[in-house]
């Protein structure tokens, strides 16, 4: 009898360490950003960003980030301090549908691309987002166009995806969540220009650090970023 128990508990520990392991093993953290800087006047930053073992994002300064089967809950607040914490529920692929805050409706193709964020209407070629579209009743319909460069896209937190251009993602909180891939596919090509209502064509521009990695983006904004490893 000692002997079974003995043997159960070694199995179990064995076990064990070889599912902390695998936890472990399941992203490269030396790759994740963990600080943004953004150009105004000067550099200033835009927040330093921890993630899990999954590379899920965590904590974004004093914004921390909780994740269920059915669900996403951010608790943060403002600047001013107000309490700004929303729920992001999930359908059964993991994909945002609905937020709890602002009432924004999400809704995928059978590709599993995003093609409906908060009245905006969005169509894709090739693997990519080309046009962004929004009618208004009392005013011109806002259409927004995409280009991009024969390079293979690099998720940075959302940060380089399309969708954070399109007029439907307009805070920081909902665009991270794009980098964690909970709106759908991620594009095929990095983004070269795009339309903005009013003002005309933004262009892009990127710098790479040795490892390839994304360090610098140009463009309607300017951003820096560092990464855990060098």
Avoid at 33 to 45: A, C, L, N, P, T
Avoid at 150 to 164: E, S
Avoid at 173 to 187: D, E, K
């Amino acid at each position: 009898m000692k002997e079974t128990f003995l043997g159960v508990c070694i199995l179990f520990l064995l076990l064990s360490c070889q599912k902390e392991k695998e936890e472990k093993s399941l992203v490269n953290k030396c790759d994740l950003v963990s600080k943004v800087q953004i150009f105004g006047i000067r550099w200033e930053d835009w927040g330093t960003y921890e993630h899990d073992n999954k590379g899920r994002l965590t904590t974004v300064d004093r914004d921390r980030y909780y994740y269920y089967k059915d669900s996403i809950v951010v608790v943060a607040k403002d600047g001013r301090g107000d309490d700004i914490t929303r729920t992001y529920y999930l359908d059964n692929l993991g994909r945002i549908v609905s937020d709890n805050r602002y009432g924004m409706h999400f809704k995928y193709n059978n590709e599993g691309y995003l093609v409906f964020a908060g009245g905006y209407t969005l169509k894709y070629a090739n693997g990519n987002l080309i046009e962004a579209s929004i009618d208004y009743s009392d005013q011109t319909p806002e259409r927004r166009f995409f280009e991009y460069y024969d390079t293979a896209y690099q998720n940075i937190l959302g940060y380089t995806h399309p969708l954070k251009q399109t007029g439907a993602f307009y805070d920081r909180i909902t665009t991270l969540l794009i980098g964690g891939g909970y709106f759908g596919r991620q594009p095929k090509s990095l983004l070269k220009s795009y339309t903005v209502p009013n003002y005309g064509i933004v262009k892009c521009n990127y710098e790479f650090d040795e490892k390839g990695r994304i360090v610098f983006v140009g463009g309607g904004v300017i951003y820096k970023f560092e990464y855990n490893c060098k």
